[in-house]
C-alpha cells in the first residue's frame, strides 16, 4: 500500500465549477501537507503549504486538513481553463525537512 | 528574484553513459532537493544536499550521487545509465517555514536514455 493515495482522474469540468482534489495518507507521522500545480513539461508550482488540521484559504484555492481521517483536500472556485494541469499533494515528517511524498497527481482540465 | 534554474533542458544518452544535470538555487537558499519523475511512479525523493554535505538520499542504486558547490549550486550525476532512469529529473531549493522547508522546483531536465 503506498503512504499516499491520490485518484489520477483524469477529471473534466466546465469553467466556473468548484474543483474537489483529494489525498489520503496512511502515516501519521506526517505532519506538513501541500498542494502543487504541475503545467505539462514544467516543474511543480508551490500552491497551498499546511501545518495543521482545518481550512486554509488563498484566493480561490482552500486547502483543508484533517489528520484524525488522514485525509487532505484541495477546492478550486470558479474554476478556470488556466488551472487545466496536474495537481500533487504532497507530505512529510515533522523533521523531513524538504524529503516529501508525493501522491500521483490528479489531471484537471477546465473545458470553456 | 530569479527561480530555480536547472541545465540542459533535455538530455540524450545511451545504455551504459554518464549524465550530469546541474541546478542553480534562489538566491539565499542552502538547499538543494534533487527528485525523479518517472512515468507511472509519480515524483520521488533522491538526494538532499545542505551546506555542501549529503544529508539524505532516498531509495535509489549509489550510481546516482552529486554534489554542492560553495554558491551553493549542485550536479547530479547518473553513471552506468539505464534504460529505466529515463525521467523527467527536478531539482528544489527550500526556505524554512513552521520547522520546515517549504520547496519551490524548477523546471526540470529531461533525460531520455536510448
Known amino acids: 500500500q503506498k503512504e499516499v493515495e491520490q485518484d489520477p482522474g483524469p477529471l473534466s469540468v466546465p469553467e466556473g465549477a468548484i474543483v474537489s482534489l483529494n489525498c489520503t495518507y496512511s502515516?501519521?507521522?506526517?505532519?506538513?501537507f501541500m498542494w502543487y500545480r504541475q503545467y505539462s513539461r514544467k516543474g511543480p508550482e508551490l500552491l497551498m503549504y499546511?501545518?495543521?488540521?482545518g481550512n486554509k484559504e488563498d484566493g480561490r484555492f482552500t486547502a483543508q486538513v484533517d489528520k484524525s481521517s488522514k485525509y487532505i483536500s484541495l477546492f478550486i472556485r470558479d474554476s478556470q481553463p488556466s488551472d487545466s494541469a496536474t495537481y500533487l499533494c504532497?507530505?512529510?515528517?515533522?523533521?523531513?525537512?524538504?524529503?516529501?511524498?508525493f501522491g500521483q497527481g490528479t489531471i484537471l482540465t477546465v473545458h470553456p | 528574484e530569479a527561480g530555480v534554474t536547472q541545465s540542459p533542458t533535455h538530455l540524450i544518452k545511451t545504455r551504459g553513459q554518464q549524465a550530469t544535470l546541474r541546478c542553480s538555487p534562489i538566491?539565499?537558499?542552502?538547499?538543494v532537493y534533487w527528485y525523479q519523475q518517472a512515468l507511472g511512479l509519480g515524483l520521488q525523493f533522491l538526494l538532499w544536499?545542505?551546506?555542501?554535505?549529503?544529508?539524505n538520499r532516498g531509495n535509489f542504486p549509489p550510481r546516482f550521487s552529486g554534489r554542492q558547490f560553495p554558491n551553493y549550486s549542485s550536479e547530479l550525476n547518473v553513471n552506468a545509465l539505464e534504460l529505466e532512469d529515463s525521467a523527467l529529473y527536478l531539482c528544489?531549493?527550500?526556505?524554512?517555514?513552521?520547522?520546515?522547508?517549504?520547496?519551490?522546483f524548477g523546471s526540470g531536465t529531461q533525460l531520455s536514455v536510448l
Open positions: 499546511t501545518y495543521s488540521s
Open positions: 538566491s539565499g537558499h542552502t538547499s
Open positions: 544536499y545542505d551546506e555542501g554535505e549529503e544529508r
Open positions: 502515516n501519521s507521522a506526517f505532519q506538513y
Open positions: 528544489a531549493t527550500g526556505v524554512r517555514e513552521g520547522g520546515n522547508e517549504k520547496l519551490f
Open positions: 504532497a507530505m512529510m515528517r515533522g523533521t523531513s525537512y524538504g524529503k516529501l511524498t
